[in-house]
């Protein structure tokens, strides 16, 4: 094998230990606690048990939507993620994030359809918050099953097929579809959003699964960017100082000038998710963040292209 290989090859294998290492050290933390039970996060029910409350998938200026499918893992969901769900080991692993919140005890298993290139119907194991469960993150949600073969059949699509509603109860998510990212490309930025302080801790959450906040001190407000999926850096650690320079977020002042800036702290580490909060030392309004190619790796070893996201409007 050529050493160039084996370097790739290695160093996704190190990115992988290392990112799971964590996820299932924050599930650990969840299996052990009290209160939340694993049931409250995770769902194994393969029929969809919310009642039809006739809620629209469109109200005002919000819609119920499904911003990204992301085919993360292919048959490489490590021993561990038993504490997911019994039979998670060896399966695939496809992070799907959604508009707004969602209601999570509106949400079964049974409610997601994966199709597959030849139009076959995946097989959906269990779905899980886990572990994006801090405040204002209960949208990404993971798909654990056998949703194709990367090669020969990959999945081509995700749609919600249940009543799956939004947190505050406005929106109903059937009917939502989106079409999935393949297993080779590197996570992108799916949303931005300027994060309200005010939003309530829903308790899902035990220590391990919660991130680090932005302090107090000097900062003015914060911005929560989703990535596609779970990210690190390329060797499994988490980002320092370096990335945070590497984030480039546009503001615009009263007078409507707009300037770039770099965030003060960057947030929300150490809870193997997908959010990263971006604390800022400007009240400028943010219009845009951006993030250069090869800097972030997802569990499958892929470095992110370089991407750019518009600030959505604070929203549920």
């Not at 049974?110 to 779905?127: H, I, Q, W």
């Amino acid at each position: 094998m050529p050493r160039i290989l084996q370097v790739v090859i290695q160093n996704r294998s190190r990115t992988r230990r290392a990112f799971f290492g964590r996820l299932v050290a924050a599930l650990s933390c969840v299996m052990m606690s009290v209160s939340p039970t694993l049931a409250d996060v995770t769902s194994s029910d393969l029929i969809d048990t919310t009642e039809n409350a006739s809620l629209p998938s469109e109200n005002g200026d919000r819609s119920a939507e499904l911003l990204s499918a992301f085919f993360g893992l292919d048959n490489g969901l490590p021993i561990l993620s038993r504490l997911i769900c019994r039979g998670a080991p060896g399966k695939d692993g496809m992070p799907v994030i959604f508009s707004s919140e969602i209601d999570h005890t509106t949400m079964q298993a049974g409610d997601f359809k994966v199709t597959t290139a030849s139009g076959a119907t995946g097989e959906t194991l269990c779905v899980t918050l886990l572990p994006a469960t801090d405040p204002g993150e209960l949208r990404t949600v993971l798909l654990v099953g056998e949703f194709g073969d990367a090669k020969s059949d990959p999945p081509v699509s995700v749609e919600v097929v249940g009543h799956l509603h939004s947190i505050d109860g406005v929106l109903d998510f059937r009917g939502a579809q989106v079409e999935v990212t393949p297993l080779a490309s590197g996570p992108s930025l799916v949303m931005a959003e300027v994060v309200d302080p005010l939003t309530p801790d829903q308790g899902l959450g035990q220590r391990r699964t919660d991130g680090t906040d932005c302090p107090s001190e000097g900062i003015e407000q914060a911005v929560r960017v989703v990535w596609a999926g779970g990210v690190t850096l390329e060797n499994g650690d988490e980002p320092g100082d370096a990335e945070r320079d590497l984030y480039r977020v546009t503001v615009r002042a009263e007078d409507g000038t707009e300037r770039t800036v770099t965030p003060t702290v960057l947030a929300d580490l150490g809870d193997g998710d997908n959010n990263h909060l971006l604390c800022l030392d400007t009240a400028d309004t943010p219009l845009s963040v951006s993030f250069p190619e090869g800097i972030f790796a997802d569990p499958n070893g892929d470095l992110n292209p370089d991407t750019e996201i518009t600030v959505s409007l604070r929203r549920q």
